[in-house]
């Protein structure tokens, strides 16, 4: 009847350490799925920035056109579009109702190029230095650039809570190990006489803290698999009933990189927090072992 009391003692330390890593790993993995989900509306944030440039009236399509197909391959340029004279009265005329080359007689308007930064390239002094390239261009009458404090406020705003979940993530991970070593802690309590003997009989330090370490190693990959179950269930229902948008930020192989660092996170706390807990009873002489 004792071995069995013991047999239940040791399973229920592990079930406690298992649900607990468990529960752990689900809100880092949620706020590490948050985290790529605002890198990548961020990113496209970014990506809409507009700038055009307004050729001159003397600038023909073709000469326009060829300025386009120069700039298509700047390492800035995300997207490019060329507007014609003709597109661009198309545009007036749609926009406004007026046929300004029925009031003027000509088509007053001239070709222009629109095109949007890659992310890399949307920061202000980037941003400026595009500017004056091209309005240095002796083909180009002006630069118009988006008003861009809109966009800047919403990149801000997601950079900050990016920075809030990194530093709710750090707290997650300093009281996980705190809970998770004082549950491996109670686990090996149990066993400190049994580690002391080893010691007696001539048990190597990493010998005695083997069987600790992979069973603890163990209890944390058991609990990534659950976590990983339930988010990937979780992720697979937003995607699909919910917000199908979701794949533009986030694909299934970033929910299969965080998968994977969360075995490893598991794995690796869990094994720390044995290596610590066994560490300690090993630098204890045999009258420490009763306090």
């Known amino acids: 009847m004792k071995q069995k009391d013991t047999k239940i003692s040791y399973f229920a330390a592990h079930i406690t350490t298992i649900v607990s890593v468990t529960l752990v790993l689900i809100i880092v993995g949620v706020i590490a799925m948050i985290s790529v989900c605002g890198a990548g509306v961020g990113r496209q944030v970014k990506e809409q920035i507009e700038i055009s440039a307004i050729m001159k009236d003397s600038v023909a399509n073709e000469q326009a056109l060829a300025l386009c197909e120069q700039l298509k391959s700047q390492s800035y340029v995300n997207t490019i579009d060329f507007i014609s004279k003709e597109q661009a009265m198309q545009n007036w005329t749609r926009d406004t109702g007026e046929n300004l080359e029925e009031i003027f007689g000509v088509n007053p308007l001239s070709p222009e190029i629109s095109m949007t930064l890659k992310a890399e390239y949307t920061h202000a002094d980037s941003i400026s230095r595009i500017v004056s390239a091209l309005e240095a261009n002796p083909l180009v009458e002006g630069v118009a650039r988006q008003n861009s404090e809109e966009v800047v406020s919403t990149i801000d705003n997601i950079e900050n809570l990016s920075i ?128």
Not at 188 to 214: C, D, E, K, W
């Open 164 to 291: 809030i979940l990194a530093i709710i993530a750090l707290a997650l991970i300093v009281i996980s190990f705190v809970l998770i070593n004082n549950t491996v802690h109670l686990s090996i309590y149990s066993r400190r006489f049994t580690i002391h003997t080893m010691q007696l009989v001539g048990a190597t330090n990493g010998f005695i803290r083997r069987p600790f370490i992979v069973g603890n190693m163990l209890s944390g990959v058991i609990a990534a698999v659950l976590a990983s179950a339930i988010l990937a269930s979780v992720v697979q229902y937003i995607v699909s009933y919910e917000f199908p948008q979701l794949t533009q930020y986030m694909s299934w192989g970033n929910v299969g990189i965080i998968i994977i660092g969360l075995f490893l996170f598991g794995a690796a706390i869990c094994s720390a927090a044995a290596w610590a807990a066994t560490t300690k009873y090993l630098r204890r002489d045999y009258d420490q072992l009763f306090k």
